[in-house]
């Protein structure tokens, strides 16, 4: 294997991961920001306000993004198990 075949893999495979934990961290952070609005409007400073709602947001995104990061994982699982001989010397 050479340097840039060992560089193309691990480019695939941390752009698989940011495609696939991209859905989750979005909808996370989105959320973080609103209830930080609505706590900064409001006053309140309860540190356990943003748990319930991030985790709800997060589990939404797997609901919602669920069938595509599983294709997106298949398809990156099908290409490195399809290619195994060329990984081999």
């Known amino acids: 294997m050479s340097e840039e075949f060992i560089i193309a893999l691990s480019q695939d495979a941390l752009l698989t991961v940011l495609l696939v934990a991209g859905p989750m961290l ?3 952070l ?3 920001i609103v ?3 609505f706590q900064a409007t409001t006053q309140i400073q309860e540190q356990t306000l943003t748990f319930i ?3 709800i947001a997060v589990l939404a995104a797997i609901v919602l993004w669920g069938p595509w ?3 997106v994982l298949l398809q990156f699982a099908h290409k490195i198990l399809a ?3 060329y ?3």
């Open 26 to 28: 979005a909808s996370g």
């Open 30 to 32: 989105l959320v973080g």
């Open 35 to 37: 209830v930080s609005l």
């Open 53 to 55: 709602p991030k985790i």
């Open 69 to 71: 990061m599983l294709t």
């Open 83 to 85: 290619n195994i001989p």
């Open 87 to 89: 990984y081999v010397p």
